[in-house]
């Protein structure tokens, strides 16, 4: 295993799956991880990061509209060349689909959920999977909140809304981990 890939193991040491199939998407990562670059767009299962925003005080959760997808997602995507770390993703990620300045880990650095999701081809790439590494994030300024660009909308939802806004079932599984911790 190549050094630069410790950081994502690292990540899922201490993480415990909560569903059959997780187990088995999470030794599909290991096996990747273990291979080398698991991160490289051109492996046909490559890990991405990907991050539930909340803003605790108000208990609402920030959903970003995907137009491939045509359906309210989380806020995330591939690693740049060199990165490496999951959770430094996500962050990276969230701050340039959000422009929230203050985005931090909440309430803990620890990974929420782990998913295979399937992605169709279209015109510039096959069909492949991301092994999506998804955290929580935090806000206190929702107000600061700024689409990266006008076809990608973000809204702020209660939990009860934003299931009912997205049809993705990954997603309502991740809802579903998040709420309890909002609850006050």
């Given amino acids: 295993m ?5 950081a994502a193991i690292n990540v899922l040491t201490g993480y415990r799956p909560k569903t059959t199939a997780e187990c088995v998407d999470i030794e599909r990562v290991r096996a990747l991880i273990e ?8 492996n046909s299962l490559h890990i991405t990061a990907s991050a539930l925003i ?7 959760v920030l959903l970003r509209w995907h ?9 995330g995507g591939h690693a740049d060349p060199g990165e490496n770390d999951p959770l430094a993703v ?13 985005l931090a880990p909440w309430p803990d650095a620890e990974v929420r959920h782990l998913v295979i999701v399937p992605v169709p081809a ?4 096959p069909a ?8 929580v994030l935090a806000t206190s300024a929702p107000e600061a909140v700024r689409p990266e660009n006008p076809d990608a909308p973000l809204l702020w939802l ?11 079932a990954n997603i309502l599984d991740t809802l579903s981990r998040v709420e309890p911790l909002l609850v006050r």
């Fill in 122 to 125: 279209n015109s510039r790439e």
């Fill in 67 to 75: 137009p491939r997808h045509e359906t309210w997602l989380l806020v």
């Fill in 158 to 168: 209660t939990p009860d809304e934003a299931r009912m806004a997205t049809t993705e």
């Fill in 128 to 135: 492949h999977e991301h092994a999506d590494v998804r955290f």
């Fill in 35 to 42: 291979a080398g670059a698991p991160w490289d767009r051109s």
């Fill in 54 to 60: 909340v803003h605790p005080d108000s208990g609402r």
């Fill in 2 to 6: 190549a050094t630069a890939d410790h």
């Fill in 90 to 102: 996500a962050l990276r990620e969230g701050r340039e689909e959000t422009a929230l300045p203050d």
